[in-house]
């Protein structure tokens, strides 16, 4: 029988954490998932920033409900280490033009009740001595941190597993199917369809795709970004690492591997197949820009790089959202490359959509039909 | 497409084999007991045990014992090898400095 209380399309680190807080309130789950993988997309191809500094005042809120609720206890909830660290965020700058920046996002921050603040470079390097003495000043979040996202992603997908939540990969719906007006089916590529009270579609710039099979779309662009990691070197800092030009970021993972994300201009213009193809002139740009940050590690090897898409919406903030003239069906995309620090807040809430339950924070600010002309 | 693969299912108890202690991933000493529970916990492919497990992440990336893995894993859900995917090949091909990566420039353009 394929009927549950609750299907969910997109087996990643947001949709698993959605699966296990459903199942946790006792609601059958169906979790399909395209990829022969669970968090086989952005999940698994992101620096692990737990960050509430630098987000958008509408996200704000929930990644501090996120850093102070749902992230210290999680690798207890779910019965493994996640690799959270909570020692901090450096957004580091070299000019007066970054330090503006940097003024900037720390005030914007501060307007929402964050504690952030500018420090100097003599403070900047009591944190973290490793700088170069190129770094002028930073901003400076401490509740900000780190995970691993592929530790995340399994953790939630194995509890919620282990509380009965079925789920299937390889599964590729291609539609969503009303019928008296409610959306209450979903049709897979090899002819399966699956039925429940609630349908959660949480699939990236995929859900796109799935939207326009019930005549809804959202604005959003596919961009490639990549990550690189390092050989485990011995373990030197535990902070979060940005910049104010946004060149690099990065952390020390628990097992002493460095993991790297940058950009080099070009990412929104990558030509999207799905695919996780990497472009030349990326790791060369963001090793340029790690050592002019970090000279000390300009020795240091590189044993991988990879890719992966991210669903960057219009005005950068996700959808989560029952849309009104889809009754049955709840949004969750459109996380623009920052969702990764917020998918135990944004699993929880989506769950709240899925079950008709009020939602634990205000979702108003991420409706599906904010989008609105600019004239 | 992909095949399709539910993930519900019952592996009964787990029965310990006499060399499961035995290091199959020498980089990040990872053993073939720990694989075979980590199946039996619901990682079912190549990628997904690695990023559990470590397993293939070291300095080699795997080219020791990407297929042995492979066909443990296998052999736990009781599938031929060859319906898993391989591990997927990452540049770059052997570990290399990061400045080496930072010389690369394209000069007079």
Known sequence: MNTSDVVIIGAGAIGSAAAYYLAKRGLSVTVLEKGACVGGGGSSRNGGGVRQSGRHSAELPLAMYGVKNLWPGLSDELGMDIEYYQEGNLRLGKTEAHMKILQGLT???????????????????????????????????????????????LAYYRAARRLGARYITGAEVTRLRKLRGRVSEVVTADGEVYSAGSIAVVAGYDSRKLLASVGLDIPMSPILMECIVTEEAPHMFWQMLGTAMA????????????VFGGAHGYEPYAAYDGGTRGASISVPSTCRAIIGYFPVLRGLKIVRSWAGWLDDCADHIPVMDNPRETPGLTIGCGFSGHGFGISPVAGALLADLASGETPTLDVSKFRYDRFRAKI | MNMSVDRTRDFGEYVPAPDDDIIIC??????????????????????????????????????????LVRTLIARELGVPPGVLDEATGRAPARPTEMYVFANEKMEGI
Not at chain 1, 128 to 151: F, K, Q
């Open chain 1, 107 to 153: 005030d914007s921050c501060a307007a929402g009740g964050l504690d952030m603040c500018l420090i100097d470079q003599k403070q900047a390097r009591e944190i973290c001595p490793y700088l170069s003495e190129d770094v002028i000043g930073a901003g400076w979040c401490p509740t900000d941190g780190h995970a691993n996202p592929m530790l995340v992603t």
């Open chain 2, 26 to 67: 020498r980089c990040e000493e990872v053993t073939k007991g720990e694989i075979r529970r980590a199946v039996r916990d619901g990682m079912f492919n190549v990628h997904e045990v690695r990023r559990f497990l470590r397993c293939g992440m070291g300095l080699c990336q795997g080219q020791t014992c990407a297929r």
């Open chain 1, 247 to 258: 060149d690099f970021y990065g952390h020390q993972s628990k097992h002493g591997s460095f």
